[in-house]
């Protein structure tokens, strides 16, 4: 069957937690998210390249439909509190993975790995 790439089932580094499968055991064994350093940004990374590091591998399904209203329960990050955090948990996530330099392997170049819709 051919797909377009975006919708075919792969490997990634990481995916949102809005839509993570993980089984509650792994969970707990890989410590869960990292709720003292980043609270609301980016700990689905962080918790995906901690089951990576383990040994797991992150799947993706583009084929799954499903509905993410991002930040609908918390807000958007528009005030200088929630700008700051969200500054300091950046920070911290690229500090902890050295992602300055690092090239995501199952990350197209030909996308914009600074914009959060990678164009």
Known sequence: QNYPSILAPSRRSAVTGA???????????????????LQVTLNDIDFCLRLNGMGYQTLYRGDAVLIHDESSSRGADIDIAKLKRRAAEIETFQTRWNTHDVQDPWFSPYFDRYSESGL
Not at 20 to 31: M, N, Q
């Open 19 to 37: 839509c993570l499968a993980v089984r509650r055991s792994l969970y707990h064994e890989a410590g869960g998210f990292d709720e003292a350093d």
